[in-house]
């Protein structure tokens, strides 16, 4: 059968770096605490103005499809994934169309959060199985800088994000690897558990109407009819920012991550000991250390750069998968496994085979 490859890869940081000693100019925090806590010594935040989520996925982009061998109008399909994007609507997946100058082709936005680039990378697999495109743009592009909190009272969340763009080409391969066995995509698996959507949430601008919200939320449908979408006591009350429950987080992604990746090695014939590297979404170094230890993985079979550039969402695979591949970290044949836990809850796995 045939299956899908990557066969181009490329990240974008933009160059702002701020370090955690930088952040306490702003709220009360520590580089200790950070560290501790998370693993993050620096991200890097989107210029204020001159950068959006779109421009760093262009700028990925581009380098992904240039070492795929083909031109920006080769590309017949587009997925992006963004929780950031740059309009309420449309997608960011137009503007990089637009941007690029492709051809009038598909254009799908994802919104799967944390999960988002592995639920694109699954839809973008079926689409070169079944034939359909034969050089799909799968992106993930996250400028958090722009929906923080980054008073004391949003430290919580906001040390812990940071601004990139990862991309790559999926193309159809039949190709095996020197070791014999088959070459790409061996398989994504995708899972959600919709129970505990609003611990890991920006739940503003919706239409949820604050039903679930104690007061003063849940009178602001009479005071304020017509404005529900976004109000100025939305922001009064800081309900702009996203909101989250981390110790409920961090209990279920580590239990999660580990799972999706037992389930596609079981799906694959394969076992931990075949893992020549695991990438695990950089949420948090901790997490990421947990999974290492349930999988009961070497160091040398799991790659993290969290500490660079923080958690990037949706970006964070394959910004990370990029940087690893550069460092020659992965080789011709080498088993990847891909694992991802996010708001949702959603997760996801994938395997493949260089
Ligand atoms: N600097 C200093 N102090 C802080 C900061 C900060 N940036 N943030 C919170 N604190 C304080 C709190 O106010 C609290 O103080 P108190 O005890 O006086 O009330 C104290 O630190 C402990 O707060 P907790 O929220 O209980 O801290 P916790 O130990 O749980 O760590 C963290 C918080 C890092 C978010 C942790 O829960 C975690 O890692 N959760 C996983 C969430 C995650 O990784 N999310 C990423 C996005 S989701 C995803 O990608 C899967």
């Given amino acids: 059968m045939q299956r899908s490859k990557i066969a181009g890869i490329g990240y974008y940081v933009p160059k702002n770096v701020f370090t955690n000693e930088d952040l306490k100019k702003y709220m009360d925090t520590s580089d200790e605490w950070i560290q501790e806590r998370t693993g993050i010594k620096e991200r890097h935040y989107a210029d204020r103005t001159g950068e959006t989520t779109t421009t760093m996925g262009v700028e990925a982009a581009k ?24 309009y309420y ?14 051809k009038e082709i598909g254009a799908l936005d994802v919104r799967n959060q944390c999960s988002g680039f592995l639920y694109a990378l699954s839809v973008a697999d079926q689409f070169i199985k079944t034939g359909m495109y034969k050089n799909i ?5 996250e400028k958090h800088s722009f929906g923080l909190d980054f008073s004391t009272r949003g430290r919580n969340i906001s040390v812990i994000f940071g601004d990139g763009a990862g991309a790559v080409v999926l193309q159809p391969t039949n190709a095996l690897a020197s070791s014999g066995k088959e ?16 611990i890991l949430a920006m739940y503003n601008p919706g239409t949820h109407a604050n ?9 602001f449908d009479k005071a304020e009819i017509g404005q529900m979408f976004m109000s100025h006591a939305m922001i009064d009350y800081a309900q702009n920012f996203p909101n989250m ?12 991550m580990p799972e999706v990746v037992e389930e596609a ?46 958690n990037t969402t949706a970006a964070s ?22 694992t991802a836990f996010g708001s949702g809850f959603t997760w996801a796995g994938a395997i493949i085979r260089w």
């Fill in 183 to 198: 070459q790409g995509i061996l398989s994504t698996h995708l899972h959600s558990d919709g129970e505990s959507a609003e």
């Fill in 265 to 310: 090695l079981l799906a694959n014939g394969l076992t931990t000991a075949n893992i020549d590297l695991l990438i695990p979404h950089q949420a948090n170094l901790r997490i990421a250390q947990f999974v290492q230890r349930k999988l009961n993985l070497r160091d040398d079979q799991v790659y993290n750069n969290i500490q660079k550039y923080g």
């Fill in 137 to 141: 743009l799968v992106v993930g592009s």
């Fill in 63 to 86: 380098i992904a499809i240039e070492r795929a061998g083909i031109t920006p109008q080769e590309i017949d399909f587009i997925i992006f994934a963004t929780l950031s994007p740059d």
């Fill in 317 to 338: 695979i394959p910004i990370a998968l990029c940087e690893a591949w550069e460092e020659g970290k992965i080789k011709e044949g080498d088993v990847v496994c891909l």
């Fill in 89 to 102: 609507f449309p997608g960011c997946g137009v503007l990089l169309q637009r941007a690029l100058k492709m």
């Fill in 211 to 219: 039903h679930w919200q104690p007061e003063p939320f849940a009178t």
């Fill in 245 to 256: 429950d981390g110790p409920a987080v961090f209990k279920k992604a580590i239990i999660k």
